[in-house]
């Protein structure tokens, strides 16, 4: 008997669906399996579809993005209504994602950042049409409704995707593995101390090496190994897009604590190799994060 899956997308940019579509003639391995009710990004299925299913008759409801918009919020609570299994699918999904990275100002700085301030503005006034509404933060999904499984990435590999949804079909688990980034990785790590840290164009990168050792903000150590580390592999540090591995609670925390731990270098070096401290250290994650969550607080209370 075929299930029945429903593909919804939130505040995102597409590259989730993307990565399914990607399997080509992969994707025969679980279509066939598969009724497909609602993939807007796809097929042009309307909110009324989804809205008009009955509760929890959908098996999968895979959710791309995350709420950035009241609508957005109702899209994932009729989800969530219609949906057995609930998969937080991507970072954007599973952590808030680059949007998250909003939260470090209020809705109202953004607002004024975009229609008033930007350098590019010639009538500088908010909208009093067509803007949907905003919701105040950006934050993971699962922190604003139930989910069954995570398939995390940025976007996930469509090899990620294929196997949750072969396990989900079956009825098994669809289980995150504590691994990290190295230890998916070739290259040999030392755990050097390092004095300085190198942008990527800058200075000549040993294939063979680490590239944390070689000074190379290489995320790595604190990212979930689901990739096959794909861009050191290609001599690119791990920018983290797949977030921690499930025994890591904060990912920048985490990388925060562990490069003070290796770097032999003073606040003032440090705060001048990491110009953006959050976007480097919380990519895709910061929605998630305690930071965004006490920042959010002390907005609550005035401070
Ligand atoms: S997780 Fe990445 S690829 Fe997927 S929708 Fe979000 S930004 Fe796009
Ligand atoms: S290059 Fe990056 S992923 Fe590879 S071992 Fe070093 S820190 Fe880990
Ligand atoms: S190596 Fe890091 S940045 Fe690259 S795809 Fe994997 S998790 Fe993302």
């Given at each position: 008997m075929t299930k029945r899956i429903a593909l919804a997308q939130l505040s995102s940019c597409w590259g989730c669906d993307q990565s399914l579509v990607d399997l080509h003639l992969k994707l025969l391995d679980v279509l066939p399996e598969l009724e497909i009710v609602y993939w807007p990004a796809v097929v042009?299925?309307?909110?009324k579809d989804l809205e008009a299913l009955p509760k929890g008759s959908v098996h999968i409801g895979m959710v791309e993005g995350s709420c950035r918009t009241n609508e957005d919020v109702h899209l994932l609570k009729v989800m969530r209504e219609k949906s057995k299994i609930l998969v937080a699918w991507g970072s954007c999904s599973a952590y808030g994602g680059v949007q998250g990275l909003g939260n470090q100002w209020s809705l109202k700085e953004l607002l004024d950042r975009k229609?008033?301030?930007?350098?590019?503005?010639?009538?500088a006034r908010i909208p009093d049409k067509y803007l949907p509404g905003f919701t105040e933060v950006v934050q993971a999904n699962p922190a604003i409704v139930r989910f069954e499984a995570a398939v995390p990435g940025c976007p996930p590999t469509s090899d990620n995707t294929l196997e949750a949804l072969s396990a989900l079909i079956t009825g098994s688990p669809y289980d995150l593995p504590d691994k990290t980034v190295c230890d998916q990785c070739p290259k040999v790590r030392e755990d050097k101390r390092i004095t300085k840290f190198h942008r990527t164009h800058e200075g000549k990168i040993d294939?063979?090496?680490?590239l944390l050792d070689q000074g190379y903000l290489c995320l790595g150590f604190a990212?979930?190994?689901?990739?096959?580390?794909q861009c050191p592999t290609v001599n690119t540090p791990c920018k983290?897009?797949?977030?921690?591995?499930?025994?890591?609670?904060d990912h920048g925390a985490k990388i925060i604590s562990a490069l003070g731990a290796i770097a032999d270098m003073d606040p003032e070096e440090l705060k001048e190799a990491f110009p953006d401290p959050i976007g480097s250290f919380y990519f895709t994650d910061f929605g998630a994060s305690y930071l965004s969550k006490i920042k959010q607080k002390g907005r609550k209370s005035g401070k």
């Open positions: 042009d299925f309307k909110m229609f008033m301030e930007a350098d590019t503005i010639t009538d294939p063979d090496r680490c990212t979930i190994g689901l990739c096959g580390a983290g897009c797949f977030g921690p591995p499930p025994s890591i609670k």
